[in-house]
C-alpha cells in the first residue's frame, strides 16, 4: 500500500508559470522527500525535509511539511519544459529506512 | 547521472519462468534497496541490503529474493513469474551517510514484461 497521495494527479501549465504539488501521508515520519522521474526511467532525488522543519528551499523548488495535518507540497517556481516529469513524494519512518512512495503527479510543462 | 547501473534494461519471460536482474551500487555505498514499480503507480519497498545481510522487507512473497555481494552489488530473483510482476524494478543504492539524510540513488532500473 502506499503512505502517501499525491494531489493532483496531473498537472499541465505553460512555461514560465509556477507548479504546485501536494501530497498527504498517513502515519509518523521521520522526513518526506520528493523525487522526479522523466519517462519511466530512475528516480532523481530533489529534497528532502525532516520532521522537524516546516519549510526548505533548493534553487527553483520550495518545500513546506505540516505535520499536524500530515501533508507536503512542492512548489516549483519559473518552470522550465525540462522540468517536465512526474513527481514523486516519499516518507520514510526513520531515517535510512525504507521510502513509501505515492502515486506520483504528472506534470506537462508546454513551451 | 547517479553511478547506479542496472541490467538488463528491458527484458521479457513468460510466466513460470525464473529472472535475475543486478545492479551495482555507486561508489562508496554499502546499503542496497530494491523497488517495483508497476505502471502508472508510485515505487513500491521490496527489501533493502547492508553489508550482504537483508535489512528490511516490504509485502512481498518469498519468490521474490535477493543477494548482496562483498563488493555491494545486489541481485533481485524472481521465482514462478507471474503477470502481475510485469514493472519497472527499481535498484536503489545510498552510503553509510547517506543512511543518516535518506537520500536515495536509484538507477535506471530494469522493465520486465511477463506474458
Known amino acids: 500500500s502506499q503512505q502517501g497521495e499525491e494531489d493532483p494527479q496531473a498537472l499541465s501549465i505553460q512555461e514560465g508559470e509556477n507548479a504546485t504539488m501536494n501530497c498527504s501521508y498517513k502515519t509518523s515520519i521521520n522526513n518526506l522527500q520528493w523525487y522526479r522521474q522523466n519517462s519511466g526511467r530512475g528516480l532523481v532525488h530533489l529534497i528532502l525535509i525532516r520532521s522537524n522543519e516546516r519549510e526548505k528551499h533548493s534553487g527553483r523548488l520550495r518545500v513546506t511539511l505540516d505535520t499536524s495535518k500530515k501533508s507536503s507540497s512542492l512548489l516549483i517556481t519559473a518552470s522550465r519544459a525540462a522540468d517536465t516529469a512526474s513527481y514523486f513524494c516519499a516518507t520514510a519512518k526513520a531515517a535510512g529506512n525504507k521510502l513509501t512512495f505515492g502515486g506520483g503527479t504528472r506534470v506537462l510543462v508546454k513551451p | 547521472e547517479t553511478g547506479v547501473t542496472q541490467s538488463p534494461t528491458h527484458l521479457i519471460k513468460t510466466r513460470g519462468q525464473q529472472v535475475t536482474l543486478r545492479c551495482s551500487s555507486q561508489s562508496g555505498h554499502n546499503t542496497v534497496s530494491w523497488y517495483q514499480q508497476a505502471l502508472g503507480q508510485g515505487p513500491q519497498f521490496i527489501f533493502q541490503y547492508y553489508r550482504e545481510e537483508e535489512n528490511g522487507r516490504g509485502n512481498f512473497p518469498p519468490r521474490f529474493s535477493g543477494l548482496q555481494f562483498p563488493n555491494y552489488s545486489s541481485e533481485l530473483n524472481v521465482n514462478a513469474l507471474e503477470l502481475d510482476d510485469s514493472a519497472l524494478y527499481l535498484c536503489?543504492?545510498?552510503?553509510?551517510?547517506?543512511?543518516?539524510?535518506?537520500?536515495?540513488?536509484f538507477g535506471e532500473g530494469s522493465r520486465l514484461t511477463v506474458l
Open positions: 536503489a543504492s545510498s552510503s553509510q551517510q547517506g543512511a543518516l539524510t535518506g537520500e536515495l540513488f
